[in-house]
Nanobody
Framework: VQLQASGGGLVQAGDSLRVSCAASGGTFSNWSVGWFRQAPGKEREFVAAISWRGGGTYYANSVKGRFTISRDNAKNTVYLQMDSLNPGDTALYSC??????????????????????WGKGTQVTVSS
């Protein structure tokens, strides 16, 4: 199983950005997927998660209403649409997969401890 995040970049406050998580090496449609971020000097933080069927999602309070997670199982890809970005969103964004159909809520509550595979992150930098 391999996960690769992409789409990060440098944007200004108020801008939008979409990052992607491409997966390979297994039955992607059976995996729950989460996005996490880590800023320099800070702990890893849960951002959003989506269930293996795509019908369930969960967001951190800090991004609720601004970020949207979605998936395209035909493309083995999960997306994170980020709107109204602010400097506090600056971090390395990583995706992770759970192969045992964990719920998005469980992924959030454990801050990703249930995840089985992690990909390398993509840097998002928001300037003020």
């Amino acid at each position: 199983v391999q996960l690769q995040a992409s789409g990060g970049g440098l944007v200004q406050a108020g801008d939008s950005l979409r990052v992607s998580c491409a997966a390979s090496g297994g039955t992607f449609s059976n995996w729950s997927v989460g996005w996490f971020r880590q800023a320099p000097g800070k702990e890893r933080e849960f951002v959003a998660a989506i269930s293996w069927r795509g019908g369930g999602t969960y967001y951190a309070n800090s991004v609720k209403g601004r970020f949207t997670i979605s998936r395209d199982n035909a493309k083995n890809t999960v997306y994170l649409q980020m709107d109204s970005l602010n400097p506090g969103d600056t971090a390395l964004y990583s995706c992770a997969a759970d192969l045992h159909k964990a719920t998005p809520l469980a992924i959030a509550r454990t801050n990703g401890a249930v995840m089985d595979y992690w990909g390398k992150g993509t840097q998002v930098t928001v300037s003020s």
